[in-house]
């Protein structure tokens, strides 16, 4: 399968200088950005390996509390300068666009200043910029903080897949009338994400649920946005299993936050707490 990873030459150290370019100073973004808090270690050392069902969802729910939660632009910010900023193909720092998959350069904290040259990702759109995706719309949820501003579901994406997806649901497409290279695409009511990131698609829904199950986050077709859904969802966490890129990405949100994607760290564990317990919350 190929993965978001193949297409970098290699992942640059957590928060490492990058070698052989001019620095831009984080000044001259003007905004503050909030300094680590958390060291790196196990946030879920006293997982019981047998516990599974309700009681392994109620134990992530209890252990996937934000410590740090921040505002929504610090979110945005922190994201397209830091959490999502690796190394292009061409050893220089930019941002990949999620459904695209194309890295474009910069070290910017704002969207805008990742553009698409020309129309890479085959939409017939040229010259796109870079946006906020929320895995989980946020429009399901008022807008309202923590959730608004978690970077476990946001991820960096040009406007135009992230305008035809809106609060679609993910699922399979067969008929699409909007499509990308990367093999991302859209019918009019699913939106299908590329294999290279469905797990990790899988992974950010399977997260907000245990740890915002008991906020007000349901649609009115959350049968459909998510209940109905839960086996593919299972089925893309397998089949996509968590790559270097996804866990350089958890601890580096984990350092500002405070807390991690459990299904990252051990995707098995979505297996674990099973289809009918997700379904019942």
Request: hydrophobic share 30%.
């Amino acid at each position: 399968m190929i993965k978001l990873l193949a297409l970098l030459f290699f992942i640059s150290p957590l928060f490492s200088q990058q070698k052989a370019i001019e620095q831009i100073s984080l000044d001259s973004y003007h905004f503050d950005l909030p300094q680590p808090e958390y060291s790196l270690y196990k946030a879920f050392e006293d997982l019981d390996s047998n516990l599974s069902g309700e009681n392994l969802f109620q134990y992530l729910h209890k252990n996937t509390e934000i410590k740090n939660p921040v505002n929504y632009t610090t979110a945005s910010n922190l994201m397209f300068s830091t959490i999502d900023n690796f190394q292009c193909g061409n050893g220089r720092p930019g941002v990949f666009a999620f459904y695209s998959l194309i890295c474009v350069n910069g070290e910017s904290s704002e969207g805008a200043a990742y553009r698409e040259q020309n129309d890479q990702n085959g939409d017939g759109i040229s010259g796109d910029f870079m946006n906020v995706e929320h895995i989980w719309p946020q429009s399901f949820f008022n807008k309202n903080l923590p959730m608004r501003a978690d970077l476990h579901h946001l991820r960096p994406t040009f406007s135009k897949p992230n305008g035809y997806r809106g609060t679609a649901v993910f699922y399979y497409v067969n008929s699409p009338y909007y499509s990308l290279n990367s093999g991302a695409r859209f019918d009019g009511e699913y939106f299908e994400p590329p294999d290279a990131v469905k797990g990790d698609v899988a992974r950010s829904l399977l997260y907000f649920v245990v740890r915002y199950y008991d906020r007000k986050i349901k649609p009115s077709n959350y049968e459909d946005f998510f209940v109905s859904k839960i086996r593919t969802y299972l089925q893309w966490n397998r089949q996509d299993p968590p790559d270097a890129y996804e866990r350089e990405r958890n601890d580096r949100i984990y350092t500002y936050q405070g807390n991690r994607n459990p299904f990252i760290d051990d995707y098995t564990l979505a297996d674990r707490i099973g289809e009918k317990v997700f379904a019942s919350h």
